[in-house]
């Protein structure tokens, strides 16, 4: 080893005198490339408690840390480097696929299942009173256990905890509703009805819920707790079509209208989170809070699009443009609901004009096994520079949209 190489750094921990014994402590600098996957598997094998994993995150960006952010992760050299300006702490991903995980959300959604989706008519035996107070017992007792739970690092069953509460909410405003006799008469009047039929009656609830789970989210910051809200505001949409329509009809493409309105704002609220998220400093305000927004709303955008009936063959070809759009937003963003919904519309578009308007050419199925071939081309120099095209690609957002595709 050459003593003079300026990359040669003395062992952490070695006794006075150990420069003098260059050739035999003295080791080249070590450059290691964390991504925020080391850390969570660190933590999905119990090395680290999420608590510790996103503490050290913060300490490795925090000024003055020996860290430097490249493509990929932290870069976490043997000596000391100077600290770039793009440093960041990643938003921190979801809990992995993992069997633990696979028993807590089963066992999770049965319970939420029980108090939503499976109600049965025997709860009505109670009287209104009677399940007012079941429903507030459930609710307080799950966010006790959620915060016992979150006490003891447990952040994924405190989260399913959490969700079970918010899932609560509206079946207490319903029975307090009918407790005090203020349930409008007339349309849907069960509460096992709230997820089975569109009516404005329901819309109390679907208020209620949403500022509960707002109440919620700022006490216990638990992402899988958005998932309600998400869920709620799908049926908003629905049940202000039916309001604001005041006719006893099906009017379809008025409800299809608000359903891509919807969609398009809840993914505005999702953008706005997303934000905010990126830009906490507290690792437990830099949770993937967006993920259930960015879902729902892009299937509300994408289903009240998708179901729009044109016989332009020009709309159709704008819809297929806007789908590819959303191909490359999804990239952009690092979101895949976006790429995964685009892809299945240009796939669409593709079906319709083999079954339509190229029905009879002999020549559109080898035109479209090239295409084929060449979208898979495409992916495989597209995986070769994957990075540089991601930065690319941000580089075309505007200003305020810019920190997604950096996180």
């Not at 849907?188 to 679907?206: C, G, K």
């Not at 505005?268 to 993937?288: G, I, K, M, Y």
């Not at 690092?334 to 079906?351: D, I, K, M, S």
């Amino acid at each position: 080893m050459n003593k003079n190489d300026p990359d040669s750094r003395p062992v952490a921990g070695s006794p006075p005198g150990a420069a003098a014994q260059a050739d035999e402590v003295f080791l080249p600098s070590v450059r290691v490339q964390l991504g925020w996957h080391d850390m969570d598997a660190a933590v999905q094998s119990g090395i680290l408690a999420p608590t510790e994993a996103h503490a050290l995150w913060s300490a490795w960006a925090r000024p003055g840390s020996h860290t430097r952010w490249e493509p990929g992760g932290l870069s976490v050299p043997g000596a000391a480097l100077e600290r770039t300006a793009s440093e960041r702490v990643p938003v921190a991903s979801g809990p992995r696929f993992s069997f633990t995980n696979t028993l807590y959300y089963f066992g999770g959604m049965l319970a939420i299942g029980a108090m939503t989706l499976f109600m049965t008519l025997g709860w009505e035996l109670f009287g209104a009173w009677g399940v007012l107070a079941l429903a507030l017992g459930y609710l307080v007792g799950a966010l006790l256990v959620a915060g016992n739970l979150l006490k003891k690092g447990l952040h994924t069953p405190a989260g399913i905890l959490a969700t079970l509460a918010v899932c609560l909410v509206p079946l207490a405003v319903w029975a307090l509703q009918k407790g005090l006799g203020a349930w409008p008469e007339g349309g849907a009047d069960s509460y096992r009805d709230y997820h089975r039929f569109i009516h404005w009656r329901w819309v109390t609830l679907e208020l209620a819920t949403l500022a509960a789970a707002v109440v919620m989210l700022w006490r216990y910051k638990l992402p899988f707790m958005v998932m309600p809200v998400a869920v709620t505001l799908w049926y908003m949409s629905m049940d202000v079509a039916r309001f604001l329509m005041q006719t006893s009809g099906f009017d379809w493409q008025f409800r299809l209208d608000v359903s891509l309105v919807f969609g398009l704002f809840t993914c505005a609220v999702a953008v706005w989170v997303d934000l905010r998220t990126r830009r906490a400093t507290l690792p437990e305000d830099r949770q993937d809070f967006a993920f259930w927004l960015y879902l729902f709303g892009a299937i509300m955008f994408w289903a009240g699009l998708s179901m729009q009936n044109s016989d332009s063959e020009v709309n159709k070809f704008i819809y297929a443009l806007i789908n590819v759009g959303l191909v490359f937003l999804g990239a952009a963003i690092g979101r895949r609901v976006f790429t995964v919904l685009g892809a299945l519309g240009v796939a669409g578009y593709l079906g319709y004009l083999s079954y339509r308007v190229f029905e009879d050419s002999l020549l559109f199925p080898f035109a479209l096994t090239l295409l084929g071939l060449a979208v898979v081309g495409l992916g495989i120099w597209w995986q070769k520079h994957e990075a540089s095209l991601h930065a690319r690609l941000a580089s075309w957002l505007p200003a305020a949209l810019r920190p997604l595709a950096q996180g």
